[in-house]
């Protein structure tokens, strides 16, 4: 049974941080590249950023700079460092692992930026 739970999420003051975990079980965590979207109310769900299974990392214009995804295959599990955070970042963040034949989602967490 492939899991993908997600954690770290909350309420947070605009310019603050965050760090999101995605800790993975059932799959052969090195295999897959891993990413972290984000659905805010009343909008589709969107990419923040994705790192593949060497390493290489991809963002979303809007959280560049600010953002930083990792992974550590030793502990099957992906990070997402968030910076500067603006009450536009406020939203459910869900962890995906993209294979070529299944693709996982986590149940997603709550992160609210809001003073």
């Known amino acids: 049974q492939v899991q993908l739970v997600e954690s770290g999420g909350g309420l947070v003051q605009p310019g603050g941080s965050l760090r999101l975990s995605c800790a993975a079980s059932g799959i052969i965590f090195s295999f897959y590249p891993m990413g972290w979207y984000r659905q805010a109310p009343g909008k589709q769900r969107e990419l923040v950023a994705t790192?593949?299974?060497?390493?290489?990392?991809n963002y979303a214009d809007s959280v560049k700079g600010r953002f930083t995804i990792s992974r550590d295959n030793a502990q099957n599990t992906a990070y997402l460092q968030m910076n500067s955070l603006k009450p536009d970042d406020t939203a459910v963040y869900y962890c995906?692992?993209?294979?070529?034949?299944?693709?996982?989602w986590g149940q997603g967490t709550q992160v609210t930026v809001s003073s």
């Open positions: 995906n692992a993209a294979g070529r034949v299944h693709n996982y």
């Open positions: 790192i593949s299974r060497d390493g290489s990392t």
